[in-house]
């Protein structure tokens, strides 16, 4: 295959499934907090790291670990050190690595992220979700703008590299309103953001809401022309997109853990549902731990489905074309057996979707809306 793998970067994604409260837009795997025992699962993540180690015994140190959720802020300070001592023990932690902490506003203020930085977390990932009380309250969240304010502060006090996460494209939502909006967050000078569009699933809250007519997504020309607000607001603020939905101001505070991801490098996935991507002798494999948390206690190793090389080159696709530096054309010839196709090519450059430069097919804004779209368009 030689085309994904860890010579793409190699990360550690660990899934800590519980939440204070879920939110009604939420279509991860997640449960609520409540007063648990939480050892039984940080006992059963680091049996499924040893056993990854043993099977990945050539793999590399770790260049990322990201804590993901759920709400990872709820994990005390030494159960973050447990982890990462783990990881040490195991795989190893290659020098300068990302290692990153989601965290929800309320648990900054509980617990001081000097406590997360001292247990080697160096990177923040601040889920604001919204500036404004009405869209928080909308969005079900059990912080408010201040709280959301008064955590971001603390964060930077402690963390340069750090990141927030917005929420757009609310129903309703009107083009003056997120202009507003996102100006005042960017004036709050976080170095990286994360801009998602609301996206109505239909197993969620939101979803049961919008199927009983009580709830309108916007349309989709709304979204878009959202989107590109956004993009000129980034742009003006020296955020400029280095990915469909994700801004930073310099390189080094790009995400480097998302980065394995659209790179087609391998990463493991421990905790509740967590998936990952190996490659082993030559065979992509894609890996799904058990999904409730009593499950996955029981038995940490994660059912595996060898990808065929046309499903490889399909997915590296898919991710390639995320990232404003593009898709590698050669990449492409390795993983599908045949360059794009020409014809292809130029019909993208004539849409201004999408153009070629030194090799690598990059996509302009308005191809970024229509990024899937373009993915099928190459497939051969
Ligand atoms: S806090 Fe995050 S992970 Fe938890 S329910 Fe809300 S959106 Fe989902």
Same mark, same amino acid.
């Given at each position: 295959?030689?085309?994904?793998?860890?010579?793409?970067?190699?990360?550690?994604?660990?899934?800590?499934?519980?939440?204070?409260?879920?939110?009604?837009?939420? &279509?991860?795997?997640?449960?609520?907090?409540?007063?648990?025992?939480?050892?039984?699962?940080?006992?059963?993540?680091?049996?499924?790291?040893?056993?990854?180690?043993?099977? /990945?015994?050539?793999?590399?140190?770790?260049?990322?670990?990201?804590?993901?959720?759920?709400?990872?802020?709820?994990?005390?300070?030494?159960?973050?050190?447990?982890?990462?001592?783990?990881?040490? &023990?195991?795989?190893?932690?290659?020098?300068?690595?990302?290692? %990153?902490? =989601?965290?929800?506003?309320?648990?900054?203020?509980?617990?001081?992220?000097?406590?997360?930085?001292?247990?080697?977390?160096?990177?923040?990932? #601040?889920?604001?979700?919204?500036?404004?009380?009405?869209?928080?309250?909308?969005?079900?969240?059990?912080?408010?703008?201040?709280?959301?304010?008064?955590?971001?502060?603390?964060?930077?006090?402690?963390?340069?590299?750090?990141?927030?996460?917005l929420?757009y494209a609310?129903?309703?939502?009107?083009l003056?309103?997120w202009d507003?909006e996102l100006?005042?967050?960017l004036?709050?000078?976080?170095?990286?953001l994360?801009l998602y569009e609301?996206?109505?699933?239909?197993?969620?809250?939101?979803?049961?809401?919008?199927?009983?007519?009580? #709830?309108?997504?916007?349309?989709?020309?709304?979204q878009a022309d959202l989107y590109e607000l956004t993009q000129s607001l980034c742009e003006?603020?020296?955020l400029?997109a280095?990915?469909v939905s994700?801004h930073?101001?310099?390189?080094?505070?790009?995400?480097?853990?998302?980065?394995?991801?659209?790179?087609?490098?391998?990463?493991?996935?421990?905790?509740?549902?967590?998936?990952?991507?190996?490659?082993?002798?030559?065979?992509?494999?894609?890996? !799904?731990?058990?999904?409730?948390?009593?499950?996955?206690?029981?038995?940490?190793?994660?059912?595996?489905?060898?990808?065929?090389?046309?499903? %490889?080159?399909? !997915?590296?696709?898919?991710?390639?074309?995320?990232?404003?530096?593009?898709?590698? #054309?050669?990449?492409?010839?390795? /993983?599908?057996?045949?360059?794009?196709?020409?014809?292809?090519?130029?019909?993208?450059?004539?849409?201004?979707?999408?153009?070629? =430069?030194? &090799?690598?097919?990059?996509?302009?804004v308005?191809?970024r809306?229509?990024?899937?779209?373009?993915?099928?368009?190459?497939?051969?």
């Amino acid at each position: 295959m030689g085309a994904v793998g860890p010579d793409y970067g190699f990360g550690l994604y660990i899934h800590w499934p519980f939440c204070a409260r879920i939110c009604p837009y939420c &279509d991860f795997n997640v449960y609520a907090a409540k007063d648990r025992d939480t050892a039984p699962l940080i006992a059963a993540m680091i049996d499924d790291l040893i056993a990854h180690k043993v099977r /990945l015994s050539a793999h590399p140190p770790v260049d990322s670990v990201f804590f993901g959720g759920g709400t990872p802020s709820l994990l005390s300070e030494a159960e973050i050190g447990q982890l990462l001592k783990a990881v040490n &023990d195991t795989f190893g932690i290659r020098s300068g690595a990302e290692i %990153t902490l =989601e965290a929800n506003p309320n648990d900054v203020l509980r617990s001081a992220p000097e406590s997360w930085k001292a247990a080697g977390i160096n990177r923040l990932s #601040l889920g604001l979700q919204s500036l404004q009380d009405e869209a928080l309250l909308f969005l079900g969240r059990d912080h408010d703008s201040h709280a959301a304010r008064h955590a971001l502060a603390a964060t930077q006090k402690v963390f340069d590299n750090h990141s927030v996460d917005l929420i757009y494209a609310r129903p309703g939502q009107s083009l003056e309103e997120w202009d507003t909006e996102l100006n005042r967050v960017l004036a709050l000078g976080a170095p990286h953001l994360s801009l998602y569009e609301l996206t109505i699933e239909e197993r969620t809250a939101f979803g049961k809401r919008a199927a009983r007519g009580e #709830l309108h997504p916007m349309a989709d020309d709304d979204q878009a022309d959202l989107y590109e607000l956004t993009q000129s607001l980034c742009e003006a603020a020296d955020l400029p997109a280095y990915e469909v939905s994700n801004h930073a101001r310099a390189p080094q505070y790009e995400s480097r853990h998302n980065h394995i991801y659209w790179a087609s490098g391998d990463w493991i996935g421990i905790g509740p549902g967590a998936h990952g991507r190996l490659t082993i002798e030559n065979t992509r494999i894609a890996t !799904e731990a058990a999904r409730r948390p009593a499950g996955y206690q029981a038995n940490t190793r994660p059912s595996e489905t060898p990808l065929s090389q046309i499903d %490889t080159a399909r !997915e590296f696709l898919a991710m390639a074309l995320r990232p404003v530096s593009g898709l590698d #054309l050669k990449r492409f010839e390795q /993983l599908f057996g045949a360059p794009a196709e020409r014809e292809a090519l130029e019909d993208l450059a004539a849409n201004e979707w999408a153009f070629v =430069e030194d &090799d690598r097919l990059k996509l302009t804004v308005s191809g970024r809306l229509v990024a899937d779209h373009i993915a099928a368009l190459l497939t051969p």
